[in-house]
């Protein structure tokens, strides 16, 4: 654009097209490297979250680095090839004629509406300033509050579904798979359901893969048919699988749902409860896991406590110590009695074979067989089994599970996050209810797993490494200005940037989510470039000779109609994938397209209005530290002014 205000200006030449480009060559440079910037520290996250950010920031990357050849030297040299018509008025075709009246009119209005308008605001740019930072509260305000809904790892639709089913310790290898056949009998009726209900020409189930990891364990895999109807999603499916299966006796848990996604498998609320008593451990689990129960949406719900494994505790009678047994003796006797001694063992080529002595299997399969036993005394002697021991039920734990040294044990749960917000959730949980449950059980406490956790380990990393980007952005926002407050100014507009983002959430019903960071981070991309440009025109201004109010009207009148251009040709780009794409691959992309789309509209009223009322306020900040600091002929924020 500025190489065709050159030609229009000067007439097509190529020292004219080189001379429009060099105008913005070095801050739109600059501006596309802090956009780079912006986008170097998803690269560095680690974990599953990591892999998929770096594969959405080296995109980004290397398309910006292109981008930058492309538009410095291939650009203009189809530029200097492309020649320009010329066009009287009231000659040329419709299209021609159509042409100049649109561009007439976008000049009126610049000439008629915007500067006018501009010049009060700069007047009043106090008010002004106030006032956008007024909407800017309003915005953070429609997140914190319940006009919008936030869900940092959302569900992702995809083509692969997950099955993991976790029975009760000591269920029969049998029982376990009947409940995966009963699993494989009711997807295939959900199949077999949606066929005739949605009149599809395929089955929706394209593959399932079993298996049985234990006794007490299972899983499935199954592989949906690619297809665009969103009703096809593993959440429906998930729903009606779900439905049809109902409560499976015996089951520790249940788990079906989509084969990964950004957060990984993680439960989305996940709470360990740790301390030294198990008794006060396993009360303060079961009153947190039925509070869990009762949010809605909340599905799912596992307390790793599974009361442990039923087993028969010896306990040695004191008249069984005179006779010189011990516990120890006893525990041996009935073990070699039970499962074996071993005798002999014979190598049969590569293998050990070993001989085991112990009771014939019917003597070992009841309680009767132990109490009616005899134990051998170290004297030689044998007494009955009754009269030295006694024989106690209980339990003992399947695993043991310690944190930092001491027993804990863990309640997490899945979330429909349609209906409910993990971080609302979790919110209520760790503020609210824990806190009154812990108060009753003396030695416990908790700490949050799960998704939870990689949301706030995530954030940690994300926060330092946008530290560190906005570190690099400054510096190279100051390098083309040569200034240490301007770029602070055009910093300053990046929060603004995101209050067209969120309007646009609001306005399709669209939660606000990790992905819609990346078009909030493309998007202040766009909003630096754009103001760094305007910022620099403005200099140029000054050091001809302006007033700064003159720099800057003459900077935003030159910048209109390219910033205007830039964010109606990015936002009707855009446009197909927000309001018309229902595909349930472009779900990860839709959140992205809004945050920048809606964000580049108001972006443009940032750029045009904002950056000049804030160019203005900085430069009387500047003034004022320099009469402060007992300079009377103040130069503005490092520019030479000329009147004021």
């Known amino acids: ?31 596309v490297l802090t956009t780079i910037a912006a986008f170097l520290p998803i690269l560095l996250v680690s974990g599953v979250s990591g892999q998929f950010f770096a594969a959405i920031g080296w995109v980004v990357t290397l398309a910006l680095v292109m981008s930058l050849v492309e538009s410095k030297l291939i650009l203009p040299a189809h530029l200097v090839h492309m020649k320009t018509q010329v066009h009287e008025p009231g000659t040329g075709n419709g299209w021609v004629r159509f042409q100049r009246r649109f561009s007439d009119s976008l000049f009126r209005f610049v000439d008629r509406v915007y500067l006018p308008s501009l010049k009060v605001m700069l007047r009043n740019r106090y008010i002004a300033l106030a006032s956008f930072f007024g909407v800017l509260i309003l915005s953070i305000g429609f997140i914190a509050g319940p006009f919008m809904r936030v869900v940092f790892f959302p569900d992702m639709a995809g083509d692969f579904m997950r099955v993991d089913l976790e029975m009760n310790e000591g269920t029969s290898s049998y029982v376990t798979q009947d409940v995966m056949d009963h699993l494989a009998e009711t997807l295939r009726e959900v199949d077999h359901d949606m066929q005739q209900e949605l009149k599809l020409e395929q089955p929706v189930i394209r593959t399932v893969f079993s298996w049985t990891e234990s006794e007490t364990g299972g899983g499935m895999l199954v592989e949906l048919h690619k297809t665009e109807d969103e009703r096809l999603g593993t959440k429906e499916i998930e729903r009606r699988w779900r439905d049809q299966v109902g409560q499976i006796a015996g089951a520790r848990g249940l788990r079906i749902g989509g084969a990964g996604g950004p957060g990984g498998d993680a439960p989305d609320i996940s709470f360990q409860l740790v301390g030294r008593n198990l008794k006060q451990l396993e009360l303060a689990s079961t009153e947190l896991e039925e509070a869990v129960r009762d949010f809605e949406g909340t599905f799912d719900i596992r307390n790793s406590f599974d009361g442990g494994i039923r087993e028969v505790q010896l306990r040695i009678r004191p008249e069984a110590e005179a006779l010189g047994l011990t516990q120890q003796d006893l525990a041996r006797q009935v073990r070699r009695a039970f499962f074996g001694d071993e005798v002999q063992r014979i190598q049969r080529g590569q293998d050990d074979v070993r001989v085991m002595v112990r009771y014939p299997r019917e003597q070992r399969t009841s309680q009767a067989y132990l109490e009616s036993m005899r134990i051998r005394t170290p004297a030689g002697d044998e007494v009955p089994f009754g009269a030295v021991a006694d024989i106690e039920m209980g339990y003992s734990p399947s695993t043991i599970r310690r944190y930092d040294r001491e027993r804990s044990i863990s309640v997490s749960a899945r979330i429909d996050k349609e209906i409910a917000e993990p971080g609302a959730i979790t919110k209520e949980l760790s503020q609210q209810i824990l806190p009154r449950i812990l108060d009753s059980h003396a030695g416990v406490s908790y700490r949050v797993a799960g998704q939870t956790r990689n949301t706030q380990e995530l954030t940690a990393e994300l926060t330092t490494g946008m530290i560190f980007a906005l570190f690099m952005i400054y510096a190279l926002i100051a390098i083309p200005l040569r200034s240490y407050l301007q770029p602070l100014l055009i910093m300053s507009v990046i929060p603004f940037g995101t209050i067209g983002a969120v309007f646009g959430h609001w ?88 945050s ?7 972006a443009t009223l940032i750029t045009l209005a904002l950056i000049p009322t804030l160019y203005l306020v900085g430069d009387d900040i500047a003034r004022l530290l320099q009469r402060l600091g007992g300079n009377r002929n103040p130069h503005g924020m490092g520019t030479p002014v000329a009147g004021s």
């Open 596 to 602: 920048l789309a809606f964000g580049i509209v108001f």
């Open 1 to 31: 654009e500025s190489a065709y205000t050159e030609i229009r200006r000067h007439g097509h030449s190529a020292d004219n097209v080189v001379n429009g480009v060099m105008k913005v060559a070095v801050p739109a440079t600059f501006g």
């Open 507 to 594: 306005l399709l019903g669209i939660p606000v989510s990790l992905l819609s960071m990346f078009g909030i981070i493309a998007l202040a991309g766009v909003v630096v470039n754009d103001s760094l440009i305007l910022v620099d025109f403005v200099n140029h201004h000054r050091k001809s000779g302006e007033s700064r109010v003159d720099a800057a009207l003459k900077a935003a009148r030159a910048r209109f109609r390219p910033i205007v251009l830039t964010s109606a040709t990015t936002f009707l780009g855009l446009a197909p994938i927000v309001f018309f794409e229902r595909s349930l691959q472009a779900q990860a992309v839709i959140p992205m397209a809004t």
